[in-house]
């Protein structure tokens, strides 16, 4: 089950795959992480998905991922007396606080907070940005607007408020709920949406406590604008194009998803590119040329991961979406450019050991020509600032948490095996070569490069770098 390329492909799951021999086809097409929405996900299938999951990845005695995406909250207008109406361009039409049906005049607005945030001058768009109102009067617990761009608007249509920053947390009750069902689960990863501001990330993490990753869901210009201080407090984030491409000019979003893209690998933290990759193969047992070239883009800038939303959950080609991004992936990664295109995105690595020994280690296994990069890892950190480097070897993490092990399978690059910690020097070097020769990444004669911590299983301190030689029995020396 050794992936024959580096970025990982996370599909989320749903109506049409989220049965124990579907998931399975979903694994050995090259699924590393499985999302899970609770937009459409009780706490019962939240179970037993989580189940089928790990039974699988027993049997295939592969490490699989577990997302759990949080809905957020849930901005929508109330109903209309005759279920729609047709809003005119120029029209005046007003949201309010009276819950009465609604007509081509207004309608009922049951956020009170968006009453009272909005100022004149706003953006408001419904229905995934089809129809544009603008503030022209606020105050009296309503919004006068005029509308900018018409069309029908029906029962429950969602609002987006890309001008307006609304006094309100990413977590729902609902939201709260789900997260603690996600971490009594165990599950690897925490989707946050609705990210407004570094605070959010913050609630988020106090209910957490490292039993999950943290995942930031980039989905609001208010996040865009304090995109480096949210970066730095999460775990790993998504470019959730999406909800972008709603709230900020189209032709934005390109330019913004390589910046994150820059921005994470800066920092060293994980980035999913997410949303309409393969859009077209919901129907089709093909994709459009346009959308390999979109996956392709995001392999070329070096996303650690790629993500299919409606294309493995309900779409009617679920399996063949994850084997074609994985043929995209694999192509990319083989093109004669991109190794170029990855080395000329590379960060300067930060003062402190852990990134000096992971720069030189990719020096040295390529200056070399070694086998392999093999890096000890109890919390994860050590291998994610091994991926950092975007090395042109493989990368083969050994840690004796199997959470971390899960954890580590959205990160570029990574292959993760669970080991218990070596007792010694010289069982650490012997273990590296073994399993990188059992793992089949290197071969006896090959050279590998070892980098851990001492004292072993210490947390965060790589400050040792040892070259290795892998013998006839498959055991070490250095």
Not at 153 to 165: E, N, R, Y
Request: charged share 25%.
């Amino acid at each position: 089950m050794r992936r024959m390329r580096r970025v990982k492909i996370v599909a989320t799951l749903g109506p049409a795959s989220n049965d124990e021999a579907t998931i399975e086809k979903l694994a050995r097409a090259g699924a590393d992480v499985f999302r899970i929405n609770m937009s459409h996900a009780s706490h019962e299938v939240l179970k037993q998905t989580v189940g089928f999951i790990r039974n699988v990845e027993t049997r295939l005695h592969h490490p699989l991922g577990i997302l759990v995406d949080l809905q957020g909250p849930k901005l929508r207008v109330g109903r209309f007396a005759e279920g729609a109406v047709q809003l005119t361009s120029g029209a005046r039409f007003i949201l309010d606080s009276s819950d009465t049906p609604g007509t081509v005049e207004r309608v009922y607005l049951p956020h009170p907070e968006i009453l009272e945030s909005v100022s004149v001058g706003d953006r408001l768009l419904l229905d995934d940005g089809k129809l544009q109102l603008k503030a022209t009067k606020v105050g009296g617990g309503q919004v006068e607007t005029e509308v900018v761009y018409g069309g029908k608007l029906s029962d429950k249509k969602g609002v987006s408020l890309p001008d307006t920053l609304l006094p309100m947390g990413a977590l729902t009750e609902k939201d709260h709920a789900d997260l603690l069902k996600g971490l009594e689960a165990e599950a690897d990863w925490i989707a946050v949406s609705f990210v407004q501001r570094p605070e959010d990330i913050i609630d988020i993490r106090k209910i957490v406590q490292g039993r999950a990753g943290v995942m930031a869901k980039i989905e609001k210009p208010q996040a865009v604008e304090r995109l480096e201080e949210i970066i730095k407090l999460c775990d790993a984030f998504m470019v959730a194009r999406g909800d972008l491409g709603v709230e900020m000019p189209l032709e934005q979003v390109p330019g913004l998803q390589k910046r994150m893209i820059r921005i994470a690998r800066r920092y060293g933290k994980p980035v999913v590119v997410a949303t309409q990759m393969l859009e077209s193969m919901i129907t089709s047992p093909v994709p459009t040329r346009a959308e390999v070239s979109d996956v392709s883009i995001a392999v070329f800038e070096g996303a650690d991961a790629v993500m299919l939303s409606a294309e493995s959950a309900s779409g009617m080609y679920p399996v063949e979406a994850v084997t074609m991004m994985n043929k995209v992936a694999v192509a990319v990664e083989n093109d004669i450019n991109y190794r170029g295109i990855i080395r000329a995105q590379s960060a300067e690595p930060e003062a402190t050991a852990a990134d000096a020994i992971s720069a030189a280690t990719r020096q040295v296994a390529e200056t070399l020509d070694l086998a392999a990069i093999v890096t000890y890892t109890s919390s994860g950190s050590t291998a994610i600032r091994a991926a950092r480097e975007r090395p042109s070897k493989p990368i083969l993490a050994l840690s004796p948490n199997l959470r971390t092990v899960r954890r580590l399978s959205v990160v570029w690059g990574i292959h993760c095996v669970e080991s218990p910690d070596a007792v010694s020097l010289e069982d650490m070097v012997d273990r590296a070569c073994v399993i990188a020769y059992q793992e089949g990444l290197a071969r006896p004669g090959d050279r590998i490069a070892i980098t851990a911590g001492i004292p072993l299983g210490t947390p965060g301190a790589t400050n040792m770098l040892r070259i290795a030689f892998v013998r006839q029995d498959g055991a070490g020396s250095s």
